[in-house]
């Protein structure tokens, strides 16, 4: 009888070729990797598959073969749309897997069962269903109100929709955007989920996300970032700081609903990407994701601010090694993370240029773009993809960090620009 190596193996599912953090992490733990790709790496050492398709049964066929003679530990992934499918794919091949179940993922995934999931606790914002027809009572009388597709992923189809706007038109847009969603989402999880509109009153306040590490149902919270204010109506992101500049009260509020979160929703292991405002003195959940925030930029947050390795730990916990040494503060820098913004869209025509301080108290630790000359960008209701991003460090006391940090965004908003043809 053939006997399989006993090297120990990981499959990686849909790396974006820019983060290249999981590979090394991979290398450090003894572990080799292959890679089912659309867009392949050529990483030395990495085996990877290029492929058209990641429907269940295709990607089922790889692992049956390679099982035959690798020993595969379990199926891991950073891109939130796929969340669903690995879980399902861990928990058909790889039982020893720690990694999120698929009724835990597919509750996460689909606003309508995340909220009533929560029902039961305080977390919620004011919400209702809508279904295919406009509804003749405008939802929620004159207050702001947040239209959200039932199942999607990178905020597409979301959007604020103020009293003196036109609801039909907003419900319009985002209904239109449900079929492409669901048809890539549920071609990913063979799954065909709601097809609702989630429709909840708009909570003021400042934004929030909570990371949070799970091991064996005990959650961790490895930081809380503050969120710069996003763009309307389509909620484009701008910028994390980490850690946030908030009180202690506020820190022990987040970080107590995170934990009720995690516990209701029953997630037990790997990392959470959890989003909140707080309005007055409550505390209100947005959403959840199983996944390294950002497509793993989180990752590059925690290392920068406290020096933690959040790649390494994650995987450590879903093949059953120790998580706990990688999750150590080494340090605490404060960190900016910008997004870049695609605004008009179009065919890019030249980069941003390279954006430094004079200020040596403020460091640029990285600037990078996503897409070359020649490639096409579409901004909201119809995103491309984050373009790109810059990462900065601000040594100094409160009113320093404050006050660089408004300053860093002003020259991103105004330098960290693509220009179109």
Not at 91 to 108: G, L, M, R, S, Y
Not at 126 to 137: A, F, H, Q, R, V
Not at 393 to 421: H, M, P, V, W
Request: charged share 20%; proline share 6%; aromatic share 10%.
């Amino acid at each position: 009888m053939y006997n399989r190596s006993s090297e120990k193996w990981l499959i990686f599912l849909d790396i974006p070729v820019w983060f290249k953090e999981p590979f090394v992490a991979a290398q450090d733990l003894g572990l080799s990797v292959l890679h089912i790709t659309k867009w392949p790496s050529r990483l030395p050492g990495v085996l990877e598959i290029e492929t058209p398709t990641f429907s269940t049964d295709y990607l089922e066929q790889i692992i049956i073969e390679y099982q035959a003679h690798k020993n595969i530990l379990g199926i891991w992934n950073v891109r939130d749309w796929h969340t669903p499918l690995v879980s399902q794919l861990n928990h058909a091949f790889f039982k020893d897997a720690q990694f999120p179940n698929p009724d835990v993922t597919n509750t996460c995934k689909n606003k309508v069962l995340f909220r009533r999931a929560l029902d039961s606790t305080q977390l919620n914002p004011s919400y209702t269903l809508l279904g295919e027809t406009i509804p003749k009572t405008r939802p929620f009388d004159n207050h702001m109100i947040v239209l959200k597709p039932s199942l999607g992923y990178g905020s597409i189809g979301v959007e604020l929709v103020r009293p003196e706007q036109s609801f039909e038109a907003a419900f319009t847009r985002s209904r239109s955007s449900l079929a492409p969603l669901t048809e890539t989402v549920s071609d990913l999880n063979n799954n065909k989920l709601s097809t609702s509109l989630l429709c909840e009153k708009f909570i003021s306040g400042e934004e929030y996300s909570v990371e949070v590490f799970l091991s064996d149902g005990e959650a961790t919270i490895l930081g809380i970032c503050e969120k710069a204010p996003m763009v309307e109506p389509y909620f484009e992101e701008i910028a994390y700081i980490l850690p946030a500049q908030i009180s202690d009260h506020h820190t022990n509020l987040l970080s107590d609903a995170a934990q009720s979160a995690a516990k209701v929703l029953d997630i037990r292991s790997g990392i959470a990407h959890m989003e909140f405002k707080i309005e007055g003195n409550h505390a209100y959940i947005l959403d959840v994701g199983l996944r390294i925030g950002g497509n793993g930029l989180t990752h590059k947050l925690l290392s920068s601010a406290y020096g933690m390795n959040v790649t390494k730990a994650v995987l450590s916990e879903l093949i059953g090694q120790p998580p706990k040494p990688f999750l150590e503060m080494i340090h605490t820098h404060t960190t900016l993370l910008y997004l870049f913004q695609i605004k008009g869209g179009g065919v890019i025509k030249s980069l941003p240029d390279s954006i430094e301080f004079q200020d040596e108290n403020i460091e640029t630790l990285e600037q990078v773009n996503f897409y070359n000359p020649g490639d096409t960008l579409t901004g909201y209701p119809n995103h491309s993809g984050l373009p790109g991003y810059a990462l900065f460090e601000i040594q100094g006391d409160q009113s320093f960090i404050n006050t660089s940090k408004e300053a860093i965004l002003r020259r991103c908003s105004r330098e960290l620009s693509f220009t179109y043809a």
